[in-house]
T-cell receptor, first 111, second 114 residues
Framework: LAKTTQPISMDSYEGQEVNITCSHN???????ITWYQQFPSQGPRFIIQ???TKVTNEVASLFIPADRKSSTLSLPRVSLSDTAVYYC????????????FGTGTRLAVRP | DAGVIQSPRHEVTEMGQEVTLRCKPI?????LFWYRQTMMRGLELLIY????????DSGMPEDRFSAKMPNASFSTLKIQPSEPRDSAVYFC????????????FGQGTRLTVV
């Protein structure tokens, strides 16, 4: 399994764009990159998944460079409710694959 | 669908007692995961099942822990005997059959062993 490295914590202010970068130097050819969000006292929640280039949904964008050794989760115009822990996972896009969470990035959004 | 349902939400028990945590996955999902979360160790994968069959239990801490999935709609995680160091939030998650790695998590069971 490819190991991921993320910053332990980040701070931001409301209305700003937040970019969280994840390193995964040993990513395999058939691995996908998935991000989860976890609020206090709740289970993690899927945010976005991608393989290469850029993926965008109603919540976030995911940028993946050509070498795929890193990825960046971009949260546009964050609000206080985006304060959470964000996890980057790397693994096969197949039902039943082992989902291993790293330490995550604790994002604090201030007014 | 009501999502992944875990019970109980909170459990306080004395050291040495047996504890059983329950999980009902989302209907139609064929993968089920049990995680444990603590401040010190973060989110740890304990065991996961595909089509009711345990695939990887390498995360189960020791023989005191056991998990079963007798059918597609129910799973249990049992700790016998429980110890204070087992205190944590235990999450169950399920994943659909469409090839996505999107897993849906339950609200968790907060276990306190005193």
């Amino acid at each position: 399994l490819a190991k991921t490295t993320q910053p332990i914590s980040m701070d931001s202010y409301e209305g700003q764009e937040v970019n969280i970068t994840c390193s995964h130097n040993n990513i395999a050819t058939n691995d996908y990159i998935t991000w989860y969000q976890q609020f206090p006292s709740q289970g993690p929640r899927f945010i976005i998944q991608g393989y290469k280039t850029k993926v965008t949904n109603e919540v976030a964008s995911l940028f993946i460079p050509a070498d795929r050794k890193s990825s960046t989760l971009s949260l546009p115009r964050v609000s206080l409710s985006d304060t959470a822990v964000y996890y980057c996972l790397v693994g096969k896009k197949s039902s039943g694959d082992k989902l291993t969470f790293g330490t995550g990035t604790r994002l604090a959004v201030r007014p | 669908d009501a999502g992944v349902i875990q019970s109980p939400r909170h459990e306080v028990t004395e050291m040495g007692q047996e504890v059983t945590l329950r999980c009902k996955p989302i209907s139609g999902h064929n993968s089920l995961f049990w995680y444990r979360q603590t401040m010190m160790r973060g989110l740890e994968l304990l065991i996961y099942f595909n089509n009711n069959v345990p695939i990887d239990d390498s995360g189960m801490p020791e023989d005191r822990f056991s998990a079963k999935m007798p059918n597609a709609s129910f799973s249990t995680l049992k700790i016998q005997p429980s110890e204070p160091r087992d205190s944590a939030v235990y999450f169950c998650a399920s994943s659909p059959m469409d090839g996505s790695t999107e897993a849906f998590f339950g609200q968790g069971t907060r276990l306190t062993v005193v």
